[in-house]
């Protein structure tokens, strides 16, 4: 059922129809359409008309009347939902575009042992998939490796988090207000740390097999373990970016609307509005942290491995980071 898929664009067509990401804004405005919500809803009768057209653009033969903004509407529905290495559909909980409902929950205030609990295994869980989904697909990856990533990423985040939870309630140290504060921050550092095992687990295997590296033409020149790990660095960076404002911003605002008269007056509004809050910051603080490097990242042929720089004459190869 996916193998019309196999038949899209490949990467240098492509890069004729997005946004130049040789830019962060370029890669930025680029990552706005790849994290669109309504991309989540894309049937699959308009997600093979958007193939087709993209598949006609490629081969010179448009239907007459076709316009620029079809064009690129078909290009953003095709990145959005179809892996670039494989071809295939990323099933849709776990595309870049369904996150922000397994985020809110860790900015909840007045967090339970239970609750935070629960809303770090469900995190970690979909962050798992999410990595998995959209990692470089060029070598297959063994069900060993995800369960490694799951259990690994899960365990550090629930620890971590538990753990500042229980130091700051024994501690004598803070007044009750202040407790409340740090206890609303606590989520970052669990996350942060939980993010980069989570992904240096579920893609492991890209470290001791290598990735496929690329010349100017998006001919395989070999397999590279050094692009593997930049791969994982930029990746593993991102998610340490990522929930940065989205822990910090939202108790930072949340303290001063809870001090308004209408929120004073309606507590019932607090959760609604905390809610809001955090997927406003959300929807700004992901593209800003996947747009710090381009998805398919550059690299010189003389800093990979000897055999790789001398089976091919360009100065710069490019790999699929993944997201």
């Known amino acids: 059922s996916t193998a019309i898929y196999a038949s899209v664009p490949d990467r240098i067509f492509n890069e004729m129809l997005v946004s130049p990401q040789s830019s962060f804004f370029g890669r930025f405005r680029h990552f706005i359409d790849i994290i669109d919500p309504r991309t989540l809803f894309v049937s699959e009768t308009r997600l093979k008309a958007c193939v087709a057209l993209l598949d006609h653009f490629k081969h010179g033969t448009l239907p007459p009347g076709t316009t620029d903004q079809e064009l690129w509407e078909a290009q953003k529905v095709k990145q959005a939902i179809i892996h670039p290495d494989t071809g295939q559909k990323i099933f849709m909980p776990f595309r870049m575009s369904g996150i922000a409902a397994f985020v809110v929950g860790l900015l909840l205030p007045n967090q339970t042992l239970a609750s935070t ?3 770090q295994w469900l995190n970690q869980s979909h962050n798992a ?12 990856t063994a069900t060993s490796r995800f369960i490694q990533g799951y259990l690994g990423a899960v365990t550090s985040a629930v620890s971590i988090a538990v753990g500042l939870n ?3 309630e024994k501690s004598r140290k803070f007044n009750p207000a202040t407790r409340l504060i740090i206890q609303r921050f606590i989520p970052f550092p669990a996350v942060a740390s939980a993010n980069i095992c989570n992904v240096a687990l579920m ?3 890209e470290l001791s097999e290598g990735i496929d590296v690329l010349d100017r033409d998006g001919n395989v020149v070999g397999s590279s373990r050094i692009a593997a790990k930049h791969a994982l660095m930029e990746t593993a960076f991102t998610r340490v970016v990522l929930p940065l404002p989205i822990f910090v911003l939202p108790p930072v605002i949340m ?11 309606n507590r019932r509004l607090m959760l609604p509005m905390h809610s809001l809050v955090c997927l406003a910051v959300f929807g700004l603080s992901l593209p800003l942290a996947i747009s710090l490097f381009p998805q398919m990242s550059e690299i010189e042929a003389s800093h990979l491995e000897p055999e790789i720089a001398m089976a091919t004459d360009c100065k710069v190869l490019t790999y699929n980071k993944g997201l």
Do not use: Q
Request: glycine share 0%; net charge positive; charged share 20%.
């Open 117 to 119: 609990v629960f809303w």
């Open 129 to 140: 998939c999410v990595n998995y989904a959209n990692r470089n697909a060029t070598k297959p």
């Open 166 to 168: 229980v130091l700051i």
């Open 203 to 205: 893609r492991h295997n």
């Open 255 to 265: 303290a001063f609307l809870e001090k308004l008269p209408l929120l004073r007056a």
